[in-house]
């Protein structure tokens, strides 16, 4: 079965440091990959995604994520966190299938908690 | 500020009554989507429209009916609703579907079933 990964429910994070936060996939062949983060009582937001080309993909707000094929990893990144960067993160993965065109596949999602 | 915009952003409903959700949009996009969010946990496809057609029904029980009027408008119509369906509702769109288009979403309708 198909999956995404987010290892960690929770991560806590002084402000100023960096942060990382983790994602593992399982799809078959080389699918499309994004983060989304979501603010308290608001929708999901589009971060930014991975097609191909550089393993390291820049966004919005400074974030930043990198891809590892051999690890099927794109973990999420920022060099420097702000306390409004506290929300709930989702890494999704689209998997190149022609007829399921739309559908990603969820992690469960991390809280980013960053404490001033 | 969110381009696609959801209303109401609330709505409390007993399990016999009905009402709809409404989703609007105009960035051009020609897929768009309905989606069901518990707390803290991640979204669930519901339906997805392409070019106002419904393309993808995720085996959704028929009290949820969905509606694309036009390629800016979607709806979702409910109908003896039960306390489970009680959640956030999130409205999508993207430019196609595509699988490497990214999702803009809406803020959501919560949805309370009494």
């Known amino acids: 079965a198909q999956s995404v990964a987010q290892p960690e429910d929770q991560v806590n994070v002084a402000e100023g440091n960096p942060l990382t936060v983790k994602c593992t996939y399982s799809?078959?062949?080389?699918?499309?990959l994004f983060w989304y983060v979501q603010y308290p009582n608001r929708g999901l937001q589009f971060l930014l995604k991975?097609?191909?080309?550089?393993?390291l993909v820049k966004g919005s707000y400074g974030f930043e994520a990198e891809f590892n094929k051999s690890q099927t990893s794109f973990h999420l990144k920022k060099p420097s966190a702000l306390v409004s960067d506290s929300a709930l993160y989702f890494c999704?993965?689209?998997?190149?299938?022609?007829?399921?065109?739309?559908?990603?596949?969820f992690g469960q999602g991390t809280e980013l908690s960053v404490k001033p | 500020d969110t381009e696609v915009t959801q209303t109401p952003k609330h709505l409390v409903m007993g399990m016999t009554n009905k009402k709809s959700l409404k989703c609007e949009q105009h960035?051009?996009?020609?897929?768009m989507y309905w989606y069901k969010q518990k707390a803290k946990k991640p979204p669930e496809l519901m339906f997805v429209?392409?070019?106002?057609?419904?393309?993808i029904n995720e085996s959704v029980p028929s009290r949820f009916s969905p509606e694309c009027p036009n390629s800016s408008l979607l709806n979702l119509h409910l109908h003896a609703l039960q306390p489970e369906d009680s959640a956030l509702y999130l409205c999508?769109?993207?430019?196609?579907?595509?699988?490497?288009?990214?999702?803009?979403f809406g803020d959501g309708t919560r949805l309370s079933i009494l």
């Open positions: 429209y392409s070019y106002e057609k419904l393309s």
């Open positions: 999704a993965v689209s998997p190149k299938r022609n007829n399921q065109g739309g559908k990603l596949i």
């Open positions: 799809v078959s062949g080389n699918p499309y």
């Open positions: 999508a769109s993207s430019q196609d579907r595509g699988n490497n288009q990214p999702q803009h």
């Open positions: 960035m051009g996009h020609r897929a």
């Open positions: 991975y097609i191909t080309g550089d393993n």
